[in-house]
């Protein structure tokens, strides 16, 4: 798969129809994931999609998946993720027992390999594992339900990331996910994202295809200022 260019815009089908999901996909044709947000109702209070329903949206996604486990035990359920075909696997690093060995082992499984930090956690807490992922995702939310506000406090924890990814020459993708809007899309790509997660400001608006392109836009005219 040819990688897309930073910066990439991967709607959360969070805020999509779950009566019209493959319509709702089709809209987002123009993006470069479909951002697909995995809850057990117990790493947070949220319950959604399992293994059958993602499986489902993999087969008519005009877009890959961009899958985000907010579940217990990821050690243990990942790889199954990845198996389905899912083009990137983020886990939290939260809830994984090692999360370098299940790193690896989603990307001998051939997706790429994330990890997701909630908002209280240090990003120091990666630094020295940096290399063994190929996407980071600073939560700017509290894990667990769509429609937050914007979290600005955790841009200093992404600008460091951004510091210590170009410092060691590292290419990992910098994902930032929660309250992303036409708003707060420049905050976030002037601190260092590269990859944006948007529900509510895609899925909200009356001209889907038309709020992709505006967001890119925006978080390539935010990158510029960095």
Same mark, same amino acid.
């Given at each position: 798969m040819e990688l897309p260019r930073a910066p990439r815009i991967n709607?959360?089908?969070l805020a999509a129809d779950f009566v019209n999901m493959q319509r709702d996909l089709a809209k987002i044709a123009s993006a470069d994931f479909a951002h697909v947000d995995v809850m057990d109702n117990h790493f947070v209070p949220n319950l959604t999609f399992g293994p059958q329903m993602v499986e489902r949206i993999q087969a008519t996604s005009p877009i890959p998946l961009d899958v985000h486990l907010m579940i217990s035990d990821p =050690?243990? +359920?990942?790889?199954?993720?990845a198996e389905l075909g899912a083009a990137?696997?983020?886990?939290?690093?939260?809830?994984? !027992? %090692?999360?370098?060995?299940?790193a690896r082992r989603l990307r001998d499984i051939?997706?790429?390999?994330?990890?997701?930090?909630?908002?209280?956690?240090?990003g120091e807490s990666l630094?020295?594992?940096?290399?063994?992922f190929d996407q980071?995702?600073?939560?700017?939310?509290?894990?667990?339900?769509?429609?937050?506000?914007?979290?600005?406090?955790?841009?200093?924890?992404?600008?460091?990331?951004?510091?210590?990814?170009?410092?060691?020459?590292? =290419?990992? +993708?910098l994902q930032v996910d929660g309250g992303i809007s036409d708003r707060t899309i420049e905050i976030a790509a002037a601190a260092? !994202? %590269?990859?944006?997660?948007?529900?509510?400001a895609v899925y909200g608006?009356?001209?889907?295809?038309?709020?992709?392109t505006r967001l890119r836009g925006l978080a390539g005219a935010g990158s510029l200022e960095a």
């Open positions: 709607p959360s089908i =050690d243990r +359920w990942a790889p199954g993720y990137s696997v983020t886990f939290h690093l939260e809830a994984a !027992a %090692d999360p370098v060995a299940l051939g997706a790429r390999a994330g990890v997701a930090i909630k908002p209280g956690t240090a630094y020295d594992i940096l290399d063994e980071i995702l600073v939560m700017t939310v509290e894990p667990g339900f769509g429609g937050q506000g914007f979290m600005p406090e955790t841009m200093p924890k992404l600008r460091g990331l951004a510091d210590e990814a170009r410092r060691r020459g590292s =290419d990992v +993708w260092g !994202a %590269d990859t944006f997660v948007a529900g509510s608006a009356d001209d889907v295809e038309a709020a992709v």
